[in-house]
DNA sequence: TATGAATGAGTTTTCATTCAT
DNA sequence: CATGAATGAAAACTCATTCAT
């Protein structure tokens, strides 16, 4: 009854070619300064439409989040086809294939990615979001889980708990797009070779010294 | 905006302690909601002090940001002379160790570090922030760095580009906090066995097939 | 911003059976929201026509304050030749009799009729809408005054000033439609019997006690 | 934990004067605008504070409505135990009294009056207002119930319909502030000699002929 | 005639910051 | 040092109205 009020745009094929106008905009946006530095005004003119158009496409400034997020796994998934066909054999390969597509993706919306990555905390703390954004996010999750199973099964790789490796295997991606703030700004390929080299155990020369264990290397903090 | 205290408060041990006092309000405050969801009164009040009183003690809503890189820092900093004194042989189990001290500390703020982590970039586009912002940040990354130097000179520790490794092993840790959102919540155990076998070269059972070499693992995509 | 329509339509039937949906469009939704939180479009969808065609048969919301005031006294007026030669030989009958019809739409239309009553007064401030509001409401405000001026001419009511009469017993009917914020919700019967019994002179028993003239009641307050 | 958050004024005597100031300023400002017309800046510039020092003392543009109700029926409030002092003997002039007085207050604040009449049906559809508005409104209430009551039981006052009944007088006390739009804009004095009359049953000379009882008036309406 | 995407002026509301006490 | 009332700039969002099709 009130949902229907709003202003949905009959014509399906605009709504699209709107909505990839605002995202591409949002990216340009988000290049010189924060999510909540940037004002929907400002995006809406910078996508080349109205201050008050962004609300006949979107519900509100949050929804440009869950823009970003469709957009930028849908570039993601859009590769992953290719990916699994090129790589059957081995699911090392795959892990490596889909990580390297993932950063390619992050390279090119670096600050955008960051925003998302930060950003996502807080709507998915609101009841509203949580359901879609999980949905949003699911593909991208399991192109690197899947494999990542998919090795364990076959003792191509060891890991226990799924959920950290996932974690840690994204975060080292994303450190490509959130460098520049904690530490230094990075190359793509640059910043790739060391990833693979760390996930492919070329980091240490070789195992460290006999009694340090994985849970006890550190016997001297709080 | 971010010039000197107009009122600067003579009482330096007072002024320790309130800082404290709002360090730990905030990091109260942002359990619950983001950074721009936070007023200044409501940490001021969750600190015990009164709305304009935190202006006595820092000059904006942006030094906050830059107090609690100093004391997630400083945290940090406490504990690093005694692993330097507990791993003085090994360059591999100094770095596990100065990341064991790194996760402690993020985990005692999670959400308090995942906001600095990311609204440190805004403050670094600041000229005001860049230079202070690099000092208070250059012991955590020292920290990290130097053992990864001293691994490489002995041949212990096998890298390129020492950013990118940092950044890496930076990523790798604040995965912790980091996880909510994206893909899951993870228990700091847990995710400190996984990240130290990843860096251990644990991960992959054994090397990739032949020709995958670390620059072309992913042929197939765009 | 009341000129006339840009488009002015050429089928006058057409244009009369849109202006009598609208007008029963916008009944139904007064009664689920305020003037003021009702939009146009959601006018228009409820009347069953696309959100701008409304501006084909009115040139602004405030005009469909117009066509209800057009709409409600027309109702009225229709029943009025009825009523006239029903009681042509006692005033008070007919008075009484034009009250009860006007009861009866108000009934009908009960939300409606308090926003009209309400915001009446607004129009009737702006310069385009005075004469024309004026003339609309003029027959009803006549169906009140007549019987009662021929009543006083025949000796049969008493009255010194007739706005002030007319306007008292306007507020008598309309009460049926306000009571719901103020006080309470009235059934359309139960309201008519006593206001009749008030209009007849049945509310109090007797005479007040001696003194107490009509200009002379309160002599106790500020 | 959220509702401390705001500004809520210390001083209590500082909070009434400035609501007092805000409420005189809104009656001036409604005086030449409909409450929707009227924005909260204008009415915060009238009262002499900021545009936004209104949020320090309301919780919001409805919130002013509130206050309106709260200061008129204050008023009202303060001049009942003179009318019941002074009428004790005959609820009759007790009526009156009270109707007396509420026309004082409503002709002192006529088009404020008005907005508040016309906003409370659309406060009270809130949830979060309805149980306050009825609070405010019960005095006001009761004053034209209770001697009504009295005088029913004691013989003096005949009705069936308490609501109805309250609701009449109420109306007509109201129409003071209501002529403007439909009908005329009327003197304090004049009407309330007219409506007096009503009341008193004086209206119509004698009763009406025979057989047209309270409830068939209208024999020839739809 | 009818439509509905696009507009941009205008509104409420929030909040970092100041400063008199 | 501490306070908290006051400020006013800024931002998200709404919606009456237009106009090309």
Same mark, same amino acid.
């Given at each position: 009854?009130?949902?229907?009020?709003?202003?949905?745009?009959?014509?399906?094929?605009?709504?699209?070619?709107?909505?990839?106008?605002?995202?591409?905009?949002?990216?340009?946006?988000?290049?010189?300064?924060?999510?909540?530095?940037?004002?929907?005004?400002?995006?809406?003119?910078?996508?080349?439409?109205?201050?008050?158009?962004?609300?006949?496409?979107?519900?509100?400034?949050?929804?440009?989040?869950?823009?970003?997020?469709?957009?930028?796994?849908?570039?993601?998934?859009?590769?992953? @086809?290719?990916?699994?066909?090129?790589?059957?054999?081995?699911?090392?390969?795959?892990?490596?294939?889909?990580?390297?597509?993932?950063?390619?993706?992050?390279?090119?919306?670096?600050?955008?990615?960051?925003?998302?990555?930060?950003?996502?905390?807080?709507?998915?703390?609101?009841?509203?979001?949580?359901?879609?954004?999980?949905?949003?996010?699911?593909?991208?999750?399991?192109?690197?889980?899947? @494999?990542?199973?998919?090795?364990?099964?076959?003792?191509?790789?060891?890991?226990?708990?799924?959920?950290?490796?996932?974690?840690?295997?994204?975060?080292?991606?994303?450190?490509?797009?959130?460098?520049?703030?904690?530490?230094?700004?990075?190359?793509?390929?640059?910043?790739?070779?060391?990833?693979?080299?760390?996930?492919?155990?070329?980091?240490?020369?070789?195992?460290?010294?006999?009694?340090?264990?994985?849970?006890? @290397?550190?016997?001297?903090?709080?």
């Amino acid at each position: 009854m009130t949902e229907a009020l709003r202003n949905p745009v009959a014509d399906d094929a605009l709504a699209r070619a709107r909505k990839r106008q605002i995202f591409l905009a949002v990216t340009r946006v988000l290049a010189r300064k924060s999510f909540h530095e940037a004002t929907v005004r400002e995006i809406a003119l910078e996508a080349g439409i109205a201050a008050g158009s962004i609300y006949v496409y979107l519900t509100g400034k949050n929804e440009i989040l869950m823009l970003i997020a469709e957009s930028m796994v849908g570039e993601l998934t859009d590769a992953l @086809p290719a990916i699994r066909a090129g790589h059957a054999i081995d699911p090392r390969d795959e892990l490596l294939g889909v990580m390297h597509v993932a950063l390619g993706v992050i390279d090119r919306y670096r600050e955008t990615f960051a925003v998302l990555n930060h950003e996502v905390r807080y709507l998915e703390q609101r009841q509203e979001y949580r359901g879609r954004l999980k949905e949003v996010l699911q593909p991208y999750k399991s192109a690197l889980a899947e @494999p990542l199973e998919r090795g364990r099964a076959r003792g191509l790789i060891r890991f226990d708990d799924l959920y950290s490796v996932v974690e840690a295997l994204h975060m080292l991606c994303s450190g490509l797009a959130m460098g520049a703030g904690m530490l230094a700004k990075t190359d793509k390929e640059t910043y790739w070779r060391e990833i693979v080299a760390i996930v492919r155990g070329h980091l240490f020369a070789a195992e460290t010294a006999g009694g340090t264990g994985a849970d006890s @290397p550190a016997r001297g903090d709080a």
